[in-house]
């Protein structure tokens, strides 16, 4: 059965829609229908890094759709309070992961699909036959929803709460996907690493003064 929809692009996607308020100082960059708007936009980069895994699917096709879905939807000030809503339930479901609360992550991930309406659906628009949850005639804000709780509900299926970090930079505390072998990321990127790194440093030196 494919997921592929779900464990690439819908993954990607949650993780950019909960970063998209920082943890540390509350600047939010989806606060607006034009912001919410270009997210949208936005995202077909990783329709375009998805695609490049499966041979099988039609990636133009793909594209074109993905274009005009996101070009046809009206989005409005509801729309925008609907994705802050869901982008904090979407953060929460990090928290208790790294928790190691799977149960409650769980839940909280069903709570999420029967509120955005998620509904299996077979598509065949570009390849072959394969499962979608989400409706774009819903609008914007519901499939943004149905989309990023199935990828993440794919995470925790497949890999568990392992997998759902939360940057240990102070400073950032970003959420990220672990995608190391051995499952003991600590940072959301290299340059949070090399930053605490050497904060680590400077600080053991000061205590040899």
Request: glycine share 4%; with cysteine.
């Amino acid at each position: 059965m494919k997921f592929t929809y779900y464990e690439s692009l819908s993954i990607h996607l949650a993780v950019d829609l909960i970063n998209s308020l920082c943890p540390v100082t509350g600047i939010d960059n989806l606060s607006t229908p034009d912001q919410l708007k270009q997210f949208l936009i936005d995202s077909e980069k990783h329709v375009d890094l998805s695609l490049e895994k499966y041979s099988e699917i039609d990636g133009d096709a793909v594209i074109a759709v993905y274009r005009e879905t996101v070009q046809s939807w009206p989005v409005r000030s509801e729309d925008v309070k609907f994705v802050q809503s869901l982008r904090k339930s979407l953060r929460t479901v990090f928290e208790l992961a790294a928790e190691q609360k799977a149960q409650d992550a769980a839940a909280l991930l069903n709570e999420q699909l029967r509120i955005s309406g998620a509904t299996p659906r077979i598509s065949w628009l570009h390849g072959p036959y394969h499962l979608h949850f989400e409706s774009k005639e819903d609008g914007c804000a519901h499939w943004l929803a149905t989309t990023t709780t199935m990828g993440l509900t794919f995470v925790l299926i497949e890999f568990g709460t392992e997998r759902f970090g939360i940057c240990a930079s102070a400073s950032c505390q970003k959420a990220f996907i672990d995608t190391s072998k051995n499952k003991s990321k600590l940072y959301c990127s290299e340059a949070c690493a090399h930053r605490e790194s050497v904060a680590a440093f400077r600080k053991r030196q000061r205590s040899k003064r």
